[in-house]
């Protein structure tokens, strides 16, 4: 296991995962939705399996493969093989004893593969544009990108995330101005802003502890509004116990 959530001893409840940058984040609040906390709580080892399914998108070369690399298998790659069509990673979690997956598709990014790709958008709870911090074109395409990975989705029902990979290849200068255009795109595009490199590892693991946390949310939350029966137990204050830790752990 390498992360856990930290719990505040005093108020008895996890904090969430922070965003990296107010300027373009999804959600500012610091904890899990009290139903979900109390959901959680009550249900351990009663609750099957909940999987959430990541869609991550962008041009041939940003990087998208190596974020994914990075994260599931602490790895990094400096030669360059394109994907061929899409892959998945699946990434095992547990919170507050309940397992939790995220099935990260891997999509390609050159021309000749997009129709292949494309037939995997559907059903995507979050979707991941990614562009490369060190080739600003790249951010130009990622609306394009997004636009087609919303088609094939319902209106409002995913996460979107705009990450800018390689942040290891410019200087901290180029960084934040690159940053200023891609937090403007991102509130464009309704979506969540973060830069980070797989090549030094730095804020993937912030990055996907981030999204598993929003996802998870939004997957208990749909189940608790499914069964209003239970919801209506879950809605009373009292069964919430102080000093309980949500955590979350990866196996
Ligand atoms: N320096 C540096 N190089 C990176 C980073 N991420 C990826 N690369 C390199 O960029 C090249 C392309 O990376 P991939 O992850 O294969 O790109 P991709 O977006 O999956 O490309 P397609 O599969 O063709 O769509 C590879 O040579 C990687 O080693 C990074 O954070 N820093
Ligand atoms: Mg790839």
């Not at 979690?93 to 559907?122: H, M, V």
Request: proline share 2%.
């Amino acid at each position: 296991c390498f992360f856990s959530w930290s719990k505040d001893p005093f108020k008895g409840v996890s904090i969430f995962f922070h965003w990296y940058t107010p300027e373009a984040c999804l959600q500012f609040k610091e904890h899990f939705h009290a139903q979900v906390r109390t959901a959680c709580q009550q249900s351990t080892g009663t609750v099957g399996l909940k999987i959430s399914k990541v869609v991550v998108v962008g041009d041939l070369y940003v990087g998208k493969t190596s974020l994914i690399n990075r994260f599931c298998k602490d790895n990094f790659d400096r030669d360059y093989k394109a994907t061929i069509g899409v892959d998945f990673e699946i990434e095992r979690f547990e919170i507050s004893g309940i397992p939790y997956n995220l099935q990260i598709w891997d999509t390609a990014g050159q021309e000749k593969f997009k129709c292949i790709a494309s037939a995997y958008y559907r059903g995507a709870e979050v979707i991941i544009t990614v562009f490369d911090l060190a080739d600003i074109q790249t951010l130009d395409h990622t609306k394009q990108w997004l636009e087609d990975a919303l088609r094939e989705n319902e209106p409002d029902s995913s996460f979107i995330f705009l990450v800018g990979t390689k942040k290891d290849l410019v200087s901290d200068a180029v960084c934040e101005r690159t940053e200023l255009d891609a937090i403007r795109f991102a509130n464009e595009m309704q979506a969540e802003y973060w830069s980070v490199s797989a090549k030094t590892g730095e804020n993937v693991k912030e990055f996907f502890s981030r999204v598993a946390a929003l996802a998870f949310e939004q997957s208990m939350i749909k189940e608790l509004e499914k069964t209003a029966g239970r919801m209506a137990q879950i809605g009373t204050g009292s069964l919430i116990k102080r000093n309980t830790q949500v955590s979350l752990s990866c196996c």
